[in-house]
């Protein structure tokens, strides 16, 4: 049985607040987006209050403007082009891969530079993300130019999934100004072949899979929080 909303949110906290104390003193942390990471912002934003000197990389918008509201002072790649570590939730987690599904924010662009960047990477979710293939219900966002896109929505549906653009006849913008196709799989057998099939479509700027990205997962559970490691 899944648990309420309000359960939820207490799991996604707990695996926020373990990774936010792997965060020391000076270091240069990628903030990710979407309700799990804004528990780690929240956390970030406690312990900055109590002296803890860090810098932010945000990943959208949304998460740039949580930090700043909450004091956390933010840079940029200008300054720092090697974040010590990032802290982002995912959709999906595939336990034996650790390979990602994210984007359902929107912001699986900048979410996957911030990511690659770092030194480690450290997903949080709720124990509903883990699963034991990719796909399903879940659908795998891909960041498309505005120009054509229809053309690409045809390329994606070429390789085996329904896409349907993100907002319909009023899609959805990106931070970067580009469109989100979100494309259901009935399951993703292997996630570095897709990878490889979406990046060679002429129009698609990222997707949503982040293959041995992963540092560790942590994973909000009722009771206790598990630790996963590659
Ligand atoms: C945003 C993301 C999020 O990290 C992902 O959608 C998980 O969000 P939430 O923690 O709200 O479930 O990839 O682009």
């Known amino acids: 049985m899944s648990a309420a909303p309000r359960d939820r949110d207490a799991l996604k906290r707990a695996a926020a607040l373990r990774a936010v104390a792997e965060v020391e003193n000076g270091m240069v942390v990628g903030l990710g987006s979407g309700s799990t990471a804004a528990f780690a912002i929240a956390a970030l934003g406690e312990r900055v209050a109590a002296g803890l000197k860090i810098t ?68 949080i979710v709720d124990d509903s993300k883990l699963v034991d293939q990719l796909g399903g219900e879940t659908p795998l966002p891909v960041e498309v130019t505005r120009f054509g896109w229809p053309f690409v929505l045809d390329r994606l549906a070429a390789l085996g999934c329904v896409p349907q653009l993100r907002g319909g006849s009023e899609p ?22 897709l990878d490889q099939q979406l990046a060679a479509i002429p129009g698609v700027v990222e997707n949503g899979l982040f293959l041995g990205l992963a540092s560790m997962v942590i994973v909000g559970r009722p009771g206790d929080v598990e630790v996963i490691t590659p």
């Open 56 to 123: 932010g990389i945000p990943t959208s918008e949304g998460a740039g403007a949580l930090a700043y509201r909450l004091g956390i002072p933010l840079t940029s790649f200008a300054e720092h082009r090697r974040p010590d570590v990032a802290i982002d939730g995912a959709d999906q987690v595939e336990r034996r891969t650790l390979t990602l599904v994210k984007g359902r924010g929107g912001a699986l662009l900048r979410e996957k530079i911030v990511a690659s960047a770092s030194a480690r990477f450290i997903v």
């Open 172 to 193: 959805v913008a990106t931070d970067n100004g580009n469109f989100i196709a979100d494309c259901v799989f009935d399951s993703i057998a292997n996630a570095a072949v």
